[in-house]
């Protein structure tokens, strides 16, 4: 079994900063691709950031030069540090991760972490 643990969500004013952790933990061989969607209400789950094992990125439009996406692979751990917050930034944050386990890649999600930014 694997299990995520996210952390780091919560309510900030426009412009302040956040950063969210999302640790995996279990039966994990290898850690592929990790990275972060999030979910507004009444709209459906979108893209974020993603980074790959060999640690490249990319980021939705919208976050460009705001986020910035990383990993601690002795931890099996992705972090976003969100900065400049807009208050459409406000949704549920969750984190996906790629993970071996011996010969099969499976896909996990996080539990999801709040972000409510305020005007």
């Known amino acids: 079994q694997v299990q995520l643990v996210e952390s780091g969500g919560g309510l900030v004013q426009a412009g302040g900063s956040l950063r969210l952790s999302c640790a995996a933990s279990?039966?994990?061989?290898?850690?592929?691709?990790m990275g972060w969607y999030r979910q507004a209400p009444g709209k459906q789950r979108e893209l974020v950031a993603r980074?790959?094992?060999?640690?490249?990125?990319n980021y939705a439009d919208s976050v460009k030069g705001r986020f910035t996406i990383s990993r601690d692979n002795a931890k099996n751990t992705v972090y976003l540090q969100m900065n400049s917050l807009k208050p459409e930034d406000t949704a549920v944050y969750y984190c996906?991760?790629?993970?071996?386990?011996?010969?099969?890649?499976?896909?996990?999600w996080g539990q999801g972490t709040q972000v409510t930014v305020s005007s």
């Open positions: 996906n991760i790629e993970i071996w386990q011996i010969w099969q890649l499976r896909n996990y």
């Open positions: 279990g039966r994990i061989f290898r850690v592929d691709d």
């Open positions: 980074i790959t094992d060999g640690g490249s990125t």
